[in-house]
Nanobody
Framework: QVQLVESGGGLVQPGGSLRLSCAASGFRSGIYYMSWYRQAPGKVRELVAGVSSTDGSTDYANSVQGRFTISSDNAKNTVTLQMNSLKPEDTAVYYC?????????????WGQGIQVTVSS
């Protein structure tokens, strides 16, 4: 059973920066994809950024491209989301997500979520 523990987040003024971290444990294989999603009140959960464990390739939502950077440390099974130039519309609960490929199937796991508030 994969467990994801998120840290970071909080309150920041517009234009500021925050860093989110997610520590994963319990992976059975080295094939997984880790990402951050977010969900604002009244909106659907959306993908923010993701990184592959196999080749380090990354994906970003258009709304965060150029402002957010996702990185991973495969040795420590951690993924970090560096968020710069934050805007009020970035306010949401951010969720760490992991998809692991093991025994011929993909399984998805979620963290508990962490609040990010961008406000003056």
């Amino acid at each position: 059973q994969v467990q994801l523990v998120e840290s970071g987040g909080g309150l920041v003024q517009p234009g500021g920066s925050l860093r989110l971290s997610c520590a994963a444990s319990g992976f059975r294989s080295g094939i997984y994809y880790m990402s951050w999603y977010r969900q604002a009140p009244g909106k659907v959960r959306e993908l923010v950024a993701g990184v592959s464990s196999t080749d380090g390739s990354t994906d970003y939502a258009n709304s965060v491209q150029g402002r957010f950077t996702i990185s991973s440390d495969n040795a420590k099974n951690t993924v970090t989301l560096q968020m710069n130039s934050l805007k009020p519309e970035d306010t949401a609960v951010y969720y760490c997500n992991a998809k692991e490929f093991s025994r011929g199937t993909w399984t998805m796991y979620w963290g508990q979520g962490i609040q990010v508030t961008v406000s003056s």
